[in-house]
């Protein structure tokens, strides 16, 4: 009796440690514009913006003439898987997972590496869930 309790132990830790080694956490790198690479799973981690002048003291004068200052920011879409099609330096072509595509301009973003198959199962699954809005969208328009 005490060796059945003991093997059945021993098979839920195996299958424990077995499905700990399938979660293993990945962390998206910092990504140099150089290694951009075509078919690559790519997100925006920050963007610079202008600051509109109207937005300063009308006091401070400093900023007269030169040029307005930029704000880095965390845009909302920050972390959304982008699939990489084309790259001509600075510029970026990529896929969103809706299908829509983007532009980049990477004087203006930082972005960072996912994980291949992290990138690819978020993609998927976003690209899944946008074509089951769209036809959700399709059946609403017929009635």
């Excluded at 003291?57 to 307005?68: K, T």
């Excluded at 998927?124 to 959700?136: C, L, S, T, V, Y």
């Amino acid at each position: 009796m005490c060796r059945a309790v003991l093997n059945v132990v021993r098979m839920k830790r195996k299958s424990i440690a077995m499905s700990k080694k399938k979660n293993i956490m990945t962390l998206a790198s910092p990504l140099a514009p150089e290694d951009v690479r075509p078919d690559s799973y790519i997100a925006i981690h920050t963007m610079l913006f202008d600051l509109p002048l109207w937005c300063l003291d009308a006091d401070d004068l400093r900023y007269a003439s030169s040029p307005p200052p930029l704000i880095k920011r965390v845009p909302r879409n920050a972390g959304k898987p982008y699939k990489v099609k084309a790259v001509c330096l600075p510029y970026v072509y990529a896929l969103a997972p809706d299908g829509k595509p983007l532009t980049l301009d990477l004087r203006r973003c930082r972005l960072v590496r996912l994980d291949d198959q992290y990138g690819r199962m978020v993609f998927q699954a976003m690209k899944a869930e946008a074509g089951r809005r769209k036809k959700d969208d399709d059946d609403d328009d017929d009635d």
